[in-house]
């Protein structure tokens, strides 16, 4: 019985989770599959270093092209994350005839088309499950799962590092620095968390997410960004006490064919599934004309859950490979891209203003809202012990992201309004 053969691209905490699932569910495998499954070649970049998995020394290389160009690899799996180098190594290996399994949020985000493309050219197949919410199967579940609905929105905690730190600072009191330096120190934070608090990691993520959900095809640049590090304890204090619970979310919508999708600190109802989402967990929310409201929770990054659909993702590959079926999916997008404009894209809003503690302020206020037809749902205004001014809270009912802007831009020309200290989304 001919073996399908695997090149691995990366030894890292994933790549070594996948090799502990190949070697230790051979038997699975084989019987899912009717062959068994083995790791050719594994790309390092030092052989000599010690390893919590026993690997044998002639199957180590640090050259990626030994493997790529072996013509007794079926299928390249890349865990080595790195976006240009990495986009050539799976283009050749593609031009190959070669099947690819990648875990590379970056590269699909930003070249998923063009590989894409490549794969149905040499009629390879290209999957990238652990792309996204690690072993939550959310790619799966969007491209079969659901294809046969319309979905109208994917929201979700796509990012464990902010959820991590926004939870610590919900449930503690702490400061957001704090938090930080904590998550760091855990290892759940980068020594540079750029990525992850000022929203990059899940914008990328919500353009695979929007894409397939949508089939049409989103490119980062269409997505509206703004992170978790202008948050505050007070801000996160307001939402406890008016029922709502902070999180970063990825939220993709589609209406009359046109769509938006943002990543930003949203205030969720405290009775949305996603709101009780804490920790390093990732969850996302999909509605869709048919089925209604579906949540997908679990692990969204860490060793063997990601590992987990890498392995998933290669047992597609391979069952395709005995059935000789490789290359048939059609590309994910068909439909033409149609953005929504800042008039379109509607939301409740938070606001927390600082303001004059005087008569009248807060007549002016809403007159603000009402010129630009903003209608509000509540208004609270209370002095405030540590500041001169006096705090206004205000939760606006479904208002358009343009007339929200003008609102803001009129609070400028306000000598009462002293300072505009916080504006959230608000869902559920």
Known sequence: MKPIKVGLLGLGTVGTGVVRIVEGHQEDLLNQVGAPIEIEKVLVQNKNKQRSINIAPGKLTDDPWEIIRDPEIDIIIEVMGGIEQTKEYILEALSLGKHVVTANKDLMALYGPEILARAQEKQCDVMYE????????????????????????????VNGTTNYILTKMSQEGAAYADVLKEAQELGYAEADPTSDVEGLDAARKMTILATLGFRSNVSLDDVDVQGISSVSREDIAYAKRLGYEMKLLGIAERQDEYISVSVQPTMVRHTHPIASVNGVFNAVYVHGEAVGETMFYGAGAGELPTATSVVADLLAISKNLKLGVNGKNQLPTYREKKLKTDEQIASKYFLLLHVDDKAGVLARITQA???????????????NPTLPEAEIVIITHDASKAAMQKVLKAFQSMEVVKSVKSVYRVEG
């Open 130 to 157: 652990a792309s996204v919410a690690g072993g939550i199967p959310i790619i799966r579940t969007l491209l079969d799962g659901l294809s046969s609905d319309r979905i109208t929105k994917v929201m979700g905690i």
């Open 369 to 383: 809202f009402a010129e630009f037809e903003v209608s509000l749902e509540s208004v609270v205004q209370q002095p």
